[in-house]
């Protein structure tokens, strides 16, 4: 592919952004269905996902605007081609922020999965390193803009990909770990933790593989190719957020059980003891997230069933 006078292709940031513009069509569609299917949710998960939405159009907006400048409006100046301008620096410190953002969520939930205290320190500690690179990123485009001088700040761009990266492998890995813990060899409860799992590993691990080919690409190859894969990241991030939030039931009553299956229901009120039911705490979807707790309420109601069998 050839390059353009300063040392990057602009080819890459063209199916970066149509890759990154479909994926955004997706996360749109995820938004809309959650807000209008768990209204009863807390008021700081529909911030946080009011958040990350609002950050991934504008990831959107500023790389159209980018393009658009520099290769139409300013099309065939050789000057706008050899340098970033304060559109493009804007990229990284955003997808540095959704990314923190997205791992203090599932830090949160590995905390109450696991009652745990140092994995959850170590994530967010890499999860606080990748959004410092983020917005160091973005501040030394600004002070060295020019694309074939963007060697000079590698290591903080490096670092930020390696430690979100790390974050990523770390967390699905603590989820999937704790969640096979939690197996109690009745059938009903490990389906539903066998489809949490599932969930964890389609979301975290796929876009832990996405950084972790960004970084590669980024160290192996100079002609800015990386940024196929750059340019998507944070709608990953958000997308794996919004998978996770969307397969829970939708506003049903809690002694439903129904943790991770969308609209079909495995079990319901009806197939369940009264006198269970009755027992049973009535939580708020937002309470619901995939918590040791629902996993022992939930075995307790068949250890209670089967003890009067």
């Known amino acids: 592919m050839p390059l353009t006078a300063a040392g990057i292709s602009f080819g890459p940031l063209l199916v970066g952004f149509a890759v990154n513009t479909i994926l955004y069509g997706a996360l749109v569609t995820s938004g809309l269905v959650y807000f209008s299917s768990f209204k009863n949710d807390g008021p700081w998960i529909r911030l946080l996902v009011s958040t990350l939405l609002l950050l991934c159009t504008a990831n959107v907006i500023l790389q159209f605007v980018f393009l658009n400048d520099t290769l139409i409006i300013h099309f065939g100046d050789q000057y706008s081609l050899t340098r970033a301008n304060w559109v493009f620096s804007l990229l990284p410190g955003i997808a540095g922020v959704v990314s923190s953002l997205v791992q203090f969520f599932f830090a949160w939930r590995i905390r109450i999965l696991t009652s745990s205290v140092w994995p959850v320190g170590i994530m967010v500690i890499l999860a606080s390193a990748a959004f410092l690179c983020g917005i160091g990123t973005t501040v030394a485009i600004n002070m060295v803009p020019m694309f074939a001088q963007f060697h000079r700040f590698e290591i903080v761009f490096v670092v930020g990909l390696a430690s979100s990266a790390l974050d990523n492998l770390l967390i699905t890995g603590l989820l999937v770990r704790s969640l096979s813990e939690h197996k109690t060899g009745f059938m009903d409860t490990d389906h539903i933790i066998k489809k949490i799992i599932r969930v964890t590993l389609q979301t975290g691990l796929l876009t832990a593989i996405w950084t972790l080919i960004d970084l590669a690409v980024y160290v192996a190859l100079t002609d800015g190719m990386h940024l196929v894969f750059n340019e998507s990241l944070a709608q990953f991030y958000t997308i794996s957020v919004m998978s996770t939030l969307i397969a829970r039931p939708r506003d049903h009553a809690y002694t439903d059980f129904t943790v991770v299956n969308g609209d079909q229901t495995e079990r319901r009120i009806a197939q369940i003891p009264l ?26 109601v068949h250890v209670a069933t089967d003890t009067q069998q």
């Open 275 to 300: 006198e269970c039911s009755r027992n049973t705490d009535r939580r708020r979807n937002s309470e619901l997230v995939f918590d040791a707790v629902s996993l022992k309420k939930f075995n307790s």
